[in-house]
């Protein structure tokens, strides 16, 4: 199973030192960024879409092995109303990715307080039409997700799953291995207790992974080979560059173990 690691987002301004070299321009850091990993999710797009040229832009600085999981915009997943201008301007906006075969997919995060109903099982089901031809992966917040029911729904519908790593708290989901369709999709936000339902922004992923804690994922992630062609590690743990160093962390894991294809 081929591994790809990479990180949620990469425009920060709070990495230049950590991860960027001091003075880096906002407009080099994609160019830099590609250097240590192969791919990348797009956040940024939850909060605007972007024009086409943007992403036309992005392509010329990509070589061959780079690709992108674009995130949904925010009207698809959290106020799910009049969501179906901006999906036609979201499918618009990846066309440049799509048509050069470098998006992935795009990235359906939905909230807490989007819990299992008749209502949202059938939202569920019909999302794929507003989003046509390319990969969807659900991650879901609320632990009432974990039905089977639903992971059904998902196959049948062609809705990839998310695996999360995040604080053990009530309501959330605890860890899984969970394969829906070809990819083993598993994204890490960090074990922040304190501040998860208090901080905002990057202080409820404010969190620096230990070596041990990403060991716990290698035994659940074989298992997941067993059942997936690709497995795609993201990480959420944004500030500071926290998930730099994770990601890099997991990618000389993996690596030593043979693992990465």
Avoid at 56 to 84: C, G, I, P, W, Y
Avoid at 148 to 168: A, H, M, S, T, W
Avoid at 190 to 197: H, I, L, Q
Avoid at 242 to 253: G, N, S, T
């Amino acid at each position: 199973m081929k591994i790809r690691i990479g990180t949620s987002g990469y425009s920060f301004a709070d990495w230049v030192g950590p991860f960027y070299p001091p003075g880096i321009e906002k407009g080099k850091m994609l160019d830099y960024y590609q250097q240590h990993f192969d791919t990348v999710e797009i956040n940024s797009t939850y909060y605007g879409i972007p024009h086409p040229a943007v992403f036309h832009n992005m392509l010329k600085k990509m070589d061959d092995k780079f690709d992108f999981v674009v995130k949904a915009h925010k009207s698809l997943t959290h106020s799910r109303k009049d969501h179906e201008e901006p999906a036609k301007k979201l499918s618009e906006a990846v066309r440049p990715l799509e048509e050069a075969g470098k998006l992935a997919g795009f990235l359906l995060q939905f909230p807490w307080s989007f819990k299992k109903t008749k209502a949202n099982m059938e939202y569920l089901r019909e999302t794929p039409k507003h989003l046509p031809r390319v990969p969807l992966f659900v991650e879901f917040r609320h632990r009432s997700w974990l039905n089977e029911e639903v992971f059904q729904l998902l196959e049948k519908e062609g809705l990839g799953y998310v695996n999360v790593d995040e604080p053990q708290l009530p309501g959330l989901l605890p860890p899984q291995n969970k394969v829906v369709g070809p990819i083993a999709y598993l994204r890490f936000h960090g074990r922040n207790k304190k501040t998860w339902w208090s901080g905002e922004g990057s202080l409820r992923y404010d969190y620096d992974y230990s070596e041990e804690e990403l060991g716990e994922w290698k035994e659940l992630l074989m298992e997941m080979a067993k059942k997936a062609k690709e497995a795609r590690l993201y990480f959420n743990n944004c500030r500071l560059g926290q998930a730099v160093k994770a990601a890099k962390m997991a990618l000389r894991m993996y690596a030593e173990g043979g693992e990465i294809g």
